[in-house]
């Protein structure tokens, strides 16, 4: 099995940054993509950074493009969300997830959620105005 706990997350007010951050442990290699996903209250789960574990294409979501780097240290086993000039829209439940189905996907659209079987905890990130 694998499992995955997020740092903390926190409250900031727009335009600041925060880093999360993500320890993978467990049965890690045949993981084949992880990324960050993100619901608010109300709304549907999505994601908004995906890599492959092997490297090549990154998916981000549109409104997060330019102000959001996922990236990966392998040797830590940690997976890790920078956020930059943060807004408002971006509050909600952070999570990390790891995939290990095999599929491909592009920079433009996204594996689709199901894929991911394995889930942290979750934690809060919250931009005031």
Known sequence: QVQLVESAGGSVEAGRSLR??????GYTATLFSMG????????????????????????????????????????????????????PEDTAMYYCAASKVPRYFSRYAPPPIADFAFWGQGTQVTVST
């Open 20 to 25: 999360l951050s993500c320890v993978v442990s």
């Open 36 to 87: 960050w996903f993100r619901q608010a209250p109300g709304k549907e789960r999505e994601g908004v950074a995906i890599l492959y574990t092997g490297g090549g294409s990154i998916y981000y979501r549109e409104s997060v493009e330019g102000r959001f780097t996922i990236s990966r240290d392998v040797t830590a086993n940690t997976l890790y969300l920078q956020m930059n000039s943060l807004r």
